[in-house]
């Protein structure tokens, strides 16, 4: 999918095939949900900074490499952020999301480029808990619910 997203430039707005708009659909899916766990960058930024980073994180993710979009670049003017900032706030979900190495291979490079790659180099290792930043953050948001059922 990440060459199909490549080749497919030239068309902005244009999926290759169907299932693409699902796929990314469903990746942003998944970072809003890990997010939701993230009460630091939650209370931190607006809603409208949080939708930006997650939709650019997950057109990284799909493209395995982190360029500009003009979509994206859109939804910045919509939501009156800057590119940088949305940028840098995508590089903390994404983190979250994935962990420390396997989000590092993505932004920084490392060989991994949808249009070097061959498909079977371009999967993520497996995750392990060591990988992330955010060990422990469920039992975090389980002490302040328990707090919360005391009062």
Known sequence: MARDLQANRTQPGVFLQAEHAGVI???ASHISDVLSF???????????ELAAATLHASLIL???????????????HLCRVKEEDVASLSEKILTAAIG?????LILEGSGIT???????????????????????FISGRDEKRQKRQRR
């Open 100 to 104: 420390n190495r396997c989000a590092e």
């Open 38 to 48: 993230q009460d630091e960058l939650m209370s931190s930024f607006w809603p409208s």
């Open 62 to 76: 799909c493209t395995k490499c982190f360029e500009r979009h003009t979509l994206t670049l859109r939804i910045n």
């Open 114 to 136: 949808a249009e070097e790659s061959d498909p079977e180099q371009l999967a993520l290792p497996p995750f392990r808990p060591s990988d992330s930043d955010s060990d422990g």
């Open 25 to 27: 659909a469903g990746i």
